[in-house]
């Protein structure tokens, strides 16, 4: 059984940055990619962040290209986002989500994507 575990969010004033992360198991970590999502009240969840599976590619929404950075550590089937100069927009309930199968890396679908964790809040004040 495929669990995915998401820590990290909190409340951070604009500007300021935080560090979520996903911890996975119950499948072969390192041959899925795995995404970040996003979801804030009374909107569809959307797409932030994808890494292939050795890390070596990745692959960002526009709205937070160049702010936030995702990597995965397959040693410790984690995979992080660190985010900086968070603005209120960015005010959401993260998911990490691991892909469906291999051989499918860096989507932003939705649909590609299988397993998602409980997620985490993050809030960020003006």
């Known amino acids: 059984q495929v669990q995915l575990v998401e820590s990290g969010g909190g409340l951070v004033q604009a500007g300021g940055s935080l560090r979520l992360s996903c911890e996975a198991s119950?499948?072969?970590?390192?041959?899925?990619?795995m995404g970040w999502f996003r979801q804030a009240p009374g909107k569809e969840r959307e797409f932030v962040a994808t890494?292939?599976?050795?890390?070596?590619?990745?692959y960002y929404a526009d709205s937070v290209k160049g702010r936030f950075t995702i990597s995965r550590d397959n040693a410790k089937n984690t995979v992080s986002l660190q985010m900086n100069s968070l603005k209120p927009e960015d005010t959401a309930v993260y998911y990490c989500?691991?892909?469906?199968?291999?051989?499918?890396?860096?989507?932003?679908?939705?649909?590609?994507?299988?397993?998602w964790g409980q997620g985490t809040q993050v809030t960020v004040s003006s």
């Open positions: 989500a691991q892909n469906s199968r291999t051989g499918n890396d860096l989507t932003a679908r939705r649909i590609d994507y299988a397993y």
């Open positions: 119950g499948r072969t970590f390192s041959i899925y990619g």
């Open positions: 890494i292939s599976r050795t890390g070596g590619f990745t």
